[in-house]
């Protein structure tokens, strides 16, 4: 008998990918569609459309499916057996958001296997171009739901976070203002993740705890849509979501559809999809105590906490591996742009240089700290460049080794100090 694999989706920003495992976790297949380069008739630029009034940022649905259909093909072709798939999961976007249109549950249980999903999906959604994480376009939806349940602290003390332009339920907020007839021909709204994970269960998938708690409509404690949220937010807006399930929930078998068409076995088991952050936890198999930092053009840093303290700054999110406990989520857009910037400046452009200059001094930097922000930080809210000495005296500059230790402790600490107003604590 051949050896099972698993297959893993991320339905990303700029494109599809696909992993294919066995079971000592070895990768033994994968492959991407780049969404602005495979599917150039979208005419996406970075996966995504940036409107006119620069705030709004959507995708379109129909280039997510077609994509679907493009590397499934080009699995079959390869050779791939898809009778050893034993059981599928992904991740999506966090908050993007998609509108199936009433009766599009009957054509997506009923696929015909003859045609691309794409084809079958063209008419399902009565929004085309699904609102994404880059859209900012929500500010006045995001003042009335912190108004609508009394301020920004107890809407992240319900929620998990403050009301953010990104989050789903402002999103859905704005499309029901501006447009409430679209709104009542929508059946059901997923996210990018249970959106992906109904085009393999053939109907429509839930939302999982953790990707449902960067919404603003979730309660964490409880692991239920909040009523004041939705309330605030459109009317019937609870049915049309659906009940929320624990990340790692099974949800049912893959539709006849993949088994007809590309040999998939008709027990392959559709595991719950999730939003990207919360992928990121469980597949560097965090636990208890571990915090990751991502050092990118933003720095992200995520952590697994048991008893969180929500705060205006960061988010807090349900647990994707163990729903009795919640990962904190922090944003730093000064990164490695920063970090760059103060290279260039006194390093001569030289990593080399930098990591030297860095070794040259002592930890502690004899009590010179700096805070470095070119542009408005997101955690805290603050901008402009701000050194202190040992004296705790605000100075003009520091030489080029300090300023470097500087730099990175100011920043680390900063990372430090966000965490633990969130609830993490740093074991002695």
Known sequence: MAAPCYLGWDFSTQQLKVIAIDEQLRVIYEDNVHFDK????????????????????????????????????????????????????GAGQQHGSVYWKKGSIQILKNASSELPLHQSLKDCFSVSNSPIWMDSSTTSQCSTLEKAVGGAQHLASITGSRAYERFTGNQIAKIYSQNPEVYMQTERISLVSNFAASLFLGSYAPIDYSDGSGMNLLQIWEKVWSVSCLDACAPGLEEKLGCPVPSHSVLGS????????????????????????????????????????SLGTSDTLFLWIQEPTPALEGHILCNPVDSRTYMALLCFKNGSLMRERIRDDCASGSWDEFSKALSSTAAGNNGNLGFYFDVMEITPEAVGIHRFNRDNQKVSDFPKEVEIRALIEGQFMAKRIHAEKLGYKVSK
Not at 265 to 282: E, H, R, W, Y
């Open 254 to 293: 893959i539709s006849p559809y993949y088994s007809q068409r590309y040999g998939f076995s008709p027990d392959c088991k559709i595991v719950a999809f999730t939003g990207d952050n919360p992928a990121s936890l469980a597949g560097m198999r965090l636990q208890e105590g571990d915090i990751a930092i």
């Open 38 to 89: 495979d599917l150039p008739e979208f005419k996406t630029q970075g996966g995504v459309y940036i409107h006119s009034d620069r705030l709004t940022v959507t995708s379109p649905v129909l280039m997510w499916v077609k994509a679907l259909d493009m590397i499934l093909e080009k699995m079959k072709s390869s050779g791939f057996n898809f009778s050893h798939v034993r059981a599928l999961s």
